[in-house]
């Protein structure tokens, strides 16, 4: 046997077909509360079988090992400008359908299947805790046969810093879709079965640094086709009785309670209005005359007497509760996603926004917009522009800066689809920090929905989304077979850019601002922004290293 093994930074994506010419890491280093993760790279030239990896180390009890599996990818999207894949600053992985690195599950027992001629990868983490002394630790992994026979062994060392990193201030959403998960694991929406994975869910995306949820009080009016509807999804029961409406709150509760339970810390409430333009309600079911069905929808004129009617008794129901359980403060919500995106004029958002305003005084409004002018009209309090857009906005100055990114944001930009390199999705944390970003949104944590959710999809076999976005934008993690989330290196790596994130914060309360900024541009050929940053991953293990060890001397260690 003639087995080859390279340890790799979690920046590297391992190809089948290709050697990683990456450099070689010999060691990792992180904090105490952070998980610091590293790959395990693997080729045998003789034939395919069986391998067993283990780790000896001091750290083997905070140490996972995970598979990464190969899944395919298809190149064009129906959203995306094919000339993209043209442009040399784009700087794609790859540019053809093939197989790409992206699932990680965990190894039955360390066994993982290494073929002939071809190159896997085995992802490492180790999550640390506030048990663990302080120091640096040899960490020797070990391959063998099936029948634990050595063949070789890899080594580096982890260094555990001898310090936490403050908690995450960015608030940051990853769309939360109940209803994929539903339809996935075929469950009635809220059955016990359903909140169960609910909560799994939301447990793993909060552990990754989402720590504000999408709240479904109604279906959300998101990426659906008019006069189609997604499956209903609604916390809020609502009966009508001779025009008066009447709300039950118990599910809304519950889902405050598990969220909190999950340690969320922001929440986010379903659009009151439809997507790109605002111009019906959403899809809100009710009981009326012992019957329970759709009372507003696609057919309701956003602007109407009868759904201002209804807003007019539900929203000071709702927003009286969210004060009695004391998250009110913490509460964000949304009148229409991308007003304006397709040429529609910013009229409506206006008229159903002042039509809410009334109600939600006490309340921030956030929306995703693409368009500069609604803000400059003041037409919005907070507005979220895309990252292509956001330095505009920042000019005009914002109160609480948000940005956002998805698929069709493919040229230059951050973003983490799967045929790009993963350093275009660590350096989201190092730019939110340079420029006082407070919020991210991303619009896809488990969507798995085709276009205009005209059709459930199989995640693990369509990474586009049944063909129509970025490939892997639409989701993040992939519904395991138990009812748990199994991670993608996506969201692993934008995990480490929220690390990276907190660690630039920690050394500023040791410093300040303008030091820390001298630090990230100074390995940089030039001041970075939004479009303009360094295409490598050196770059940014190194600056993240410089961090560290620039903490550790202030705090004299």
């Keep these: 046997m003639a087995l080859k093994t390279k340890l790799l930074s979690p920046l590297v994506k391992v190809f ?49 090992v995970r598979d990464v599996h190969d899944l395919h990818m298809y190149l ?35 066994f993982v299947y290494v073929r002939k001629d071809c190159w896997k990868a085995v992802w490492i983490d180790i999550e640390p805790s506030d048990d663990l002394a302080a120091g640096v630790y040899p960490v020797t992994i070990r391959v063998t046969d ?4 050595h063949i070789c062994t890899a080594q580096l060392t982890a260094k555990v810093l001898d310090a936490a990193l403050p908690s995450q201030t960015l608030r940051h959403t990853k769309w939360f879709h109940a209803d994929c998960l539903a339809e996935y694991y075929h469950l009635d929406a809220f059955s016990e079965r359903h909140w169960e994975i609910c909560e799994n869910f939301i447990r793993l995306a909060v552990r990754r640094g989402i720590n504000m949820i999408l709240t479904p009080i109604f279906t959300l009016a998101l990426d659906t086709a008019p006069g ?27 889902w ?16 009151l209005f439809t997507q790109w333009g605002a111009k019906a309600a959403p899809k809100v079911m009710a009981t009326v005359n012992g019957e329970y069905k759709r009372i507003f929808g696609w057919e309701t004129d956003a602007l109407g007497d009868e759904y201002k009617a209804f807003l ?15 998250i009110a403060d913490v509460s964000y919500f949304h009148i229409s996603d991308e007003p304006g995106i397709f040429g529609e004029t910013f009229a409506q958002y206006k008229a159903v926004k002042a039509m809410v305003d009334p109600y939600l005084k006490e309340f921030k409004i956030i929306d995703a917009v693409s368009h500069i002018e609604l803000f400059k009209s003041g037409g919005m309090d907070t507005p979220v522009p895309d990252v292509r857009h956001i330095h505009e906005f920042l000019e005009l100055g ?36 340079k420029y006082g970003i407070e919020g991210f949104l991303h619009w896809g944590y488990n969507f798995y929905n085709s276009m205009y959710s005209y059709m459930p999809i199989n995640p693990y076999l ?96």
């Excluded at 952070?34 to 790279?41: D, G, M």
Aim: with cysteine.
């Design 76 to 110: 064009y999207d129906l959203h995306m400008n094919p000339s993209i894949y043209e442009q040399e600053e784009n700087r794609l992985l790859r540019d053809s359908p093939g197989l790409y690195p992206d699932l990680l599950t965990d190894t039955r027992d360390g």
């Design 312 to 326: 007019a008794a539900f929203l000071p129901a709702l927003t009286d509760l969210l004060k009695e359980m004391d």
């Design 16 to 64: 089948a077909d290709e050697e990683p010419k990456d450099v070689q890491v010999s060691k990792v280093e992180g904090f105490k509360n952070e998980t610091v993760s590293f790959q395990l790279a693997l080729s045998e030239d003789d034939k395919s079988y069986l391998v067993k990896i283990q780790v000896d180390s001091e750290l083997k009890n905070y140490i996972r």
């Design 398 to 433: 914002m109160s609480e800066p948000w940005t956002y990114y998805c698929g069709v944001h493919s040229v230059d930009v951050p973003q983490l689809c799967v045929n790009m390199p993963s350093h275009r999705n660590r350096i989201l944390g190092i730019l939110l920090y």
């Design 146 to 149: 099936e029948r634990n026979e």
């Design 256 to 271: 405050v309670d598990m969220c909190n339970r999950c340690g969320v810390d922001y929440f986010e409430f379903a659009h």
């Design 462 to 557: 369509s990474l586009n989304g049944g063909g129509f976005g970025g490939n892997g934008d639409s989701y993040q993690v992939y519904p395991g077979p138990d009812g748990h989330p199994e991670e993608s290196i996506r969201i692993m790596v934008s995990a480490h850019s929220m690390y990276d994130l907190r660690a630039l914060q920690m050394l500023e309360s040791l410093t300040d601002k303008a030091f820390v900024v001298s630090l990230i541009d100074e390995g940089a050929k030039e001041p970075i922004t939004f479009t303009v940053y360094p295409r490598e991953d050196e770059y940014i293990l190194a600056l993240r290293e410089r961090v560290n060890s620039e903490i550790m001397l202030r705090k004299g260690q």
């Design 228 to 254: 189609h509807e997604r499956l209903t999804t609604q916390l809020v029961d609502i009966s009508v009785d001779k025009g008066v409406y009447a709300f039950g709150f118990d599910k809304l509760k519950r």
